[in-house]
């Protein structure tokens, strides 16, 4: 450790959680930070991310804003905006219904352009090592958090946080070593649901994921809807949406197929896996032409099976947490995974970098951390989850025998619905968080 420096964080993980939890220590010079990512180059993948105000806000305090509008078109607007339009497409002849307007824009970019402006702002002195992939910590109540990496080789840090995503070694590590210490005191049933908290498990959808360019889709389709609005295209069992990236270069478009019975289960196969566009396309062959148009230009997706954690009894162990998709990976139907951790890692920085924090008192840190974000994470895992289902139509019957009237009935109480279950994102403010985790930081 460097001389002057309270305390050594060490971040597993390069992704969006990791670097914001870095760009925000940063704020504090006597905290020294070293990432560890597993990969052999820094890299992202995946293709869109998209912010509502929220977590747009957290983005300005941490002075990042100026760098991200260098990667996009988009402009942040404090008004009311029509975000998406949502169509009935599973048929010849699509159906608009519904046109979402949220409090200030959904702000747009591509996954990597935001990785590397994520990069641009760290200090020179945070140190990044790639090719280091995490097997296991050990931590005793005195001395350095022990890190030891698949390819032999071992470090030390006073805190340990886990931004390594859905497959975390932190997390695993972590409950691991809870259910020995359940187990060694008889208390069967808890380290029973530690150790059910390590794995992921399936949601019963698949995403497939690919990068269209404008010119590709423009030839196929010219003047196509999403070129102008991001849109939502819903039907039984699967919806897709689309809109503009990399100012306007490329169309980022996800088709989704459910299988609500299966939500729970292990899903067979890679979880991460190029396919032949027919795995998806096949599903959408009689959906509306606008749809048609999307499936034609996409070239070998990326199909993820989406597996989430279920919701954690604690995001922190002695002076070790968790943030992002390695505490709360969720449903991705309300585009808010990069939120959520870009969330956890400003205020968990807050109380990294709070006075009262020491090297001594650590744990007290990472507990109102874990206290503040929990509940709320565990909110937006619900919500995600329940918006997935509106949008695959699981609770509204819509069959093509029943008249114009009555199914546009349907779909306007619909969209209600899932209005209301994602307002938050863009109606609410990290703010309350933010404050109730300075006032248990200064009430000792």
């Not at 046109?99 to 702000?107: D, I």
């Not at 995503?165 to 972590?174: D, F, I, Q, Y």
């Not at 959906?287 to 230009?297: G, R, S, T």
Request: proline share 6%; charged share 25%.
């Amino acid at each position: 450790m460097t001389s002057g420096s309270k305390f050594r964080v060490g971040i597993c993980g390069a992704g969006i959680g990791g670097l914001t939890l870095a760009v925000a220590l940063a704020r504090y010079p006597d905290i020294e930070v070293v990432i560890y990512e597993g990969a052999q180059k820094l890299g992202e993948i995946g293709a869109g991310i998209g912010l509502f105000s929220r977590p747009w806000e957290l983005i300005c305090k941490l002075g990042l804003d100026e760098e991200l509008l260098k990667a996009t078109e988009i402009r942040p607007v404090d008004g009311p905006v029509s975000t998406f339009n949502y169509r009935l497409s599973d048929r010849p002849e699509g159906l608009e219904f519904f046109t979402l307007v949220t409090k200030g824009n959904l702000m747009t970019f591509h996954r990597p352009d935001f990785q590397n402006a994520l990069l641009r702002k760290l200090p020179r002195s945070t140190k990044i090592y790639c090719s280091k992939r995490l097997l296991s910590y050990t931590q005793r109540p005195t001395g350095p958090v022990e890190l030891y990496f698949e390819d032999g080789s071992t470090a030390t840090c006073d805190l340990l946080v886990g931004a390594d995503g859905l497959k975390s070694a932190v997390r695993r590590s972590m409950f691991t070593d809870k259910a020995k210490v359940a187990q060694s005191e008889k208390r069967m049933k808890e380290a029973g649901e530690y150790e059910a908290s390590i794995e992921p498990t399936w949601c019963g959808t698949n995403a497939y994921r690919a990068l269209i360019p404008t010119e590709r889709l423009n030839a196929r389709h010219p003047g196509h809807r999403v070129f102008t609005q991001p849109t939502q295209y819903l039907g039984k069992n699967g919806y897709v949406i689309a809109y503009p990236i990399a100012k306007g270069k490329l169309i980022n478009f996800v088709a989704f197929t459910a299988r609500h019975d299966l939500e729970g289960t292990k899903f067979n196969g890679p979880w991460v896996s190029p396919v032949d566009s027919s795995e998806v396309t096949e599903m959408y062959r009689s959906w509306e032409p606008e749809v048609k148009a999307l499936m034609d230009c996409i070239e070998r997706p990326l199909r993820w099976a989406i597996n989430t954690v279920r919701p954690l009894s604690t995001y922190v162990h002695g002076k070790v947490a968790i943030i992002g998709d390695a505490a709360h990976a969720s449903p991705p139907h309300q585009g808010s995974g990069a939120a959520q951790a870009i969330e956890d890692a400003f205020v968990l920085a807050l109380a990294l970098g709070h006075a009262s924090t020491t090297r001594e008192n650590l744990p007290r840190a990472l507990d109102i951390y874990d206290r503040v974000r929990r509940p709320v994470a565990h909110d937006v895992h619900e919500r995600n989850r329940i918006n997935g289902q509106y949008f695959t139509f699981h609770h509204t019957p819509l069959d093509e025998d029943i008249s114009t009237e009555e199914t546009l009935r349907r779909l306007q109480d619909l969209s209600y619905r899932f209005t209301k279950n994602w307002e938050w994102a863009w109606s609410t403010s990290a703010e309350p968080v933010v404050r109730e985790a300075l006032e248990l930081l200064n009430s000792s």
